[in-house]
């Protein structure tokens, strides 16, 4: 069993930053590749960043492409999300997820454990 817990999220003016960090504990940090999603009022589950085992891959999302960076701590089981620039659009609850089989991707099946979601409300 993984369990994962996000914090950092909370409300912001548009254009300003926020940092979601995502505590991972039950399995050896480094064999789980880790995603951010995000789920919007009414709308389905979508891909934000996503990070390699070792940390030396990334892959994001157009929407989110230039102004996030998804980062890991192997050392400190923690993964992270920096947002700048951020959107009305951006508003979102924001989950953390873990994939603990080979495999590494931005799709929501290809992670089988997830946070309990954090906030992130962008004013205009």
């Known amino acids: 069993q993984v369990q994962l817990v996000e914090s950092g999220g909370g409300l912001v003016q548009a254009g300003g930053s926020l940092r979601l960090s995502c505590a991972a504990s039950?399995?050896?940090?480094?064999?789980?590749?880790m995603g951010w999603f995000r789920q919007a009022p009414g709308k389905e589950r979508e891909f934000v960043a996503t990070?390699?085992?070792?940390?030396?891959?990334?892959y994001y999302a157009d929407s989110v492409k230039g102004r996030f960076t998804i980062s890991r701590d192997n050392a400190k089981n923690t993964v992270y999300l920096q947002m700048n620039s951020l959107k009305p659009e951006d508003t979102a609850v924001y989950y953390c997820a873990a994939d603990t089989r080979v495999g590494w991707g931005h799709f929501p099946y290809e992670y089988n454990y997830w946070g309990q979601g954090t906030q992130v409300t962008v004013s205009s």
């Open positions: 039950g399995r050896t940090f480094s064999t789980l590749a």
């Open positions: 990070i390699s085992r070792s940390g030396s891959s990334t």
